[in-house]
């Protein structure tokens, strides 16, 4: 981890906090929505509810196992975005939940319009703030930093970027198991493994145009 603070680090580094704090916003939402959520939450919502388990504290424990597989093969990519993404997401999608429920009283079971109402603006801030927070150079979660190991690997071998394929065949993987556990599969689901991979791509490649710029700037 390079904890080397600077003005550039401090503002990536509160951008990735605001970012995995507002996934889990939109994981509660998309649960609200009752049409799927990311295929790594859905997965993790699935087997807990098998567990008896809070999804929060399942997803601390599936994270902690996934990285002991990154610290043996990939160590870079563990940072302090890793432990954001480990500890914030699940506890944020918690307490969004208990907010929406307990504090706005939203009912277990919405009409179309409702659900349409929490799914849009939860797909599209899901999908933006993942990238985001992959792409703040802080690291990323366990579950994230295995399809950047994946992808690494092959490139390494075959000079190829393959981080889109394999971004979504490593997430539709996740939704079988989801499916299979019981978890929040849904159509939304579908639309994350397809648009997960480009997304956090492109944003990847304006992240790499700012980061030159401040390079160049900075002599």
Same mark, same amino acid.
């Given at each position: 981890m390079n904890f080397k603070i600077t003005k550039e680090w401090t503002k990536s580094f509160f951008m990735m906090i605001?970012?995995?704090?507002l996934m889990g916003m939109c994981v509660s939402m998309l649960v609200l929505s009752d049409m799927g959520t990311d295929p790594?939450?859905?997965?993790?919502?699935?087997?807990?509810?098998?567990?008896?388990?809070?999804?929060?504290?399942?997803q601390?424990?599936?994270?902690?196992?996934?990285?002991?597989?990154?610290?043996?093969?990939?160590r870079n990519l563990i940072g302090t975005g890793t432990l954001g993404n480990m500890i914030l997401v699940g506890y944020s999608a918690d307490f969004f939940t208990w907010v929406f429920k307990?504090?706005?009283?939203?009912?277990?079971?919405?009409?179309?319009?409702?659900?349409?109402?929490?799914?849009v603006p939860g797909l599209i801030i899901f999908v933006i703030m993942?990238?985001?927070? /992959?792409?703040?150079?802080?690291?990323?979660?366990?579950?994230?930093?295995?399809?950047?190991?994946?992808?690494?690997k092959i490139k390494k071998y075959t000079g190829k970027d393959t981080f889109r394929v394999v971004r979504?065949?490593?997430?539709?993987?996740?939704?079988?198991?989801?499916?299979?556990?019981?978890?929040?599969?849904?159509? /939304?689901?579908?639309?994350?493994?397809?648009? /997960?991979?480009?997304?956090?791509?492109?944003?990847?490649?304006?992240?790499?145009?700012?980061?030159?710029?401040?390079e160049e700037a900075n002599g």
């Open positions: 605001i970012a995995v704090i790594y939450s859905a997965m993790n919502y699935g087997i807990s509810a098998k567990l008896g388990m809070t999804f929060g504290n399942y601390l424990i599936s994270n902690l196992v996934l990285l002991v597989i990154v610290v043996i093969f990939e307990n504090v706005f009283h939203v009912p277990a079971h919405l009409g179309m319009g409702a659900r349409i109402t929490f799914l993942a990238a985001v927070y /992959m792409q703040s150079g802080h690291g990323t979660a366990p579950y994230d930093a295995v399809s950047f190991l994946i992808s690494d979504i065949i490593y997430d539709l993987v996740a939704t079988c198991i989801g499916y299979a556990a019981g978890g929040e599969v849904g159509i /939304m689901t579908v639309c994350m493994v397809i648009m /997960m991979g480009p997304t956090v791509d492109y944003v990847g490649r304006v992240f790499e145009k700012h980061r030159n710029k401040v």
